[in-house]
Nanobody, 122 residues
């Protein structure tokens, strides 16, 4: 089992910044990739950003949904078992509950955090 705990959400004005954190605990061996999803009211959950470490080369690759490219940055601190999402130039349309996601590469099981609310006021 893997437990994911998010933090860092809150209320911010448009143009502001927030940094989300997600710390993994439990059976964290082979967690890869990790990512952030979001779900706005009345909308489906969508993948916002994902970070993957190459199994052989350890090269880190990232993915971002088009709407956040250039504004959001995902990073991972393996020593702290934590993944971050730095969100800059926030827009009201970024308002959503943000969920941390982790996949165990050994069996493909995905784990989810409980979510943290990000509200961007105009």
């Amino acid at each position: 089992q893997v437990q994911l705990v998010e933090s860092g959400g809150g209320l911010v004005q448009a143009g502001g910044s927030l940094r989300l954190s997600c710390t993994a605990s439990g059976s964290i061996f082979s967690i890869n990739p990790m990512g952030w999803y979001r779900q706005a009211p009345g909308k489906q959950r969508e993948l916002v950003a994902r970070i993957t470490t190459g199994a052989v080369t350890s090269v880190v690759s990232t993915y971002y949904i088009n709407s956040v490219k250039g504004r959001f940055t995902i990073s991972r601190d393996n020593a702290k078992n934590t993944v971050y999402l730095q969100m800059n130039s926030l827009k009201p349309e970024d308002t959503a509950v943000y969920y941390c996601n982790a996949v165990k590469s050994s069996d493909g099981i995905a784990y989810w955090g409980k979510g943290t609310l990000v509200t961007v006021s105009s």
